[in-house]
Nanobody, 115 residues
Framework: QVQLVESGGGLVQAGGSLRLSCAASGFTFSSYAMRWYRQAPGKERELVARISSAGRPTNYADSVKGRFTISRDNPKNTIYLQMNNLKPEDTAVYLC????????WGQGTQVTVSS
């Protein structure tokens, strides 16, 4: 079955960096675009970044452009989210998503940015 497992979250000071990973299994990873979302308490889930099956093109929310970079390693069935210059408003649970015949989600990883 489809599985998505995120890792790499944590507590970081404003201005710091984190790198999230999402390991995928159960489907032909290299054939599908992948997405990172985030959800902060009391807010709607927000699309952060998308990457096509081959790695280009990539798309970003305006709020993270220039600070976050999405990438993928198809032989490793993994996507990444490099997050630089983190801000307190980036605090959220970050989830990866694969849109196959249905939408599949990981369990999420918590990112907390202190001011």
């Amino acid at each position: 079955q489809v599985q998505l497992v995120e890792s790499g979250g944590g507590l970081v000071q404003a201005g710091g960096s984190l790198r999230l990973s999402c390991a995928a299994s159960g489907f032909t990873f290299s054939s599908y675009a992948m997405r990172w979302y985030r959800q902060a308490p009391g807010k709607e889930r927000e699309l952060v970044a998308r990457i096509s099956s081959a790695g280009r093109p990539t798309n970003y929310a305006d709020s993270v452009k220039g600070r976050f970079t999405i990438s993928r390693d198809n032989p490793k069935n993994t996507i990444y989210l490099q997050m630089n210059n983190l801000k307190p408003e980036d605090t959220a649970v970050y989830l990866c998503m694969a849109r196959l015949n249905d939408d599949y989600w990981g369990q999420g990883t918590q990112v907390t940015v202190s001011s």
